[in-house]
C-alpha cells in the first residue's frame, strides 16, 4: 500500500485515532458525578488529551531518538 508522507500531525491515523479517543473520553466523563470533577474527571481529561499532544510535539523533531521518545510517551 503506497501512502503519501504526513504533511502535518493531523494527516498521521494514530493522531486522528487519538483524537477521537478524547473526544469519546469527553462524552464518557460527562456522565460522572460533579463530585469527581476535580479528582478523576479532571485526571482522566488530562490523561487523555496528552497522548495526541505528544503525538503532535513528536512530529515536528528533527531526528529519529526524539521522535520515538514522545510517541513512546504517547
Partial sequence: MNRTAAKSFQDLIVWQKEHLFVL?????IGEFPKTEIYGLT??????A???PANIAEGFKKKNRPDK???M???
Wanted: hydrophobic residues 45%; glycine residues 0%; proline residues 0%.
Fill in 42 to 47: 479532571s485526571q482522566l481529561r488530562r490523561a
Fill in 72 to 74: 513512546n510517551i504517547a
Fill in 49 to 51: 488529551v496528552s497522548i
Fill in 24 to 28: 469519546s473520553t469527553y462524552s464518557f
Fill in 68 to 70: 520515538a521518545r514522545f
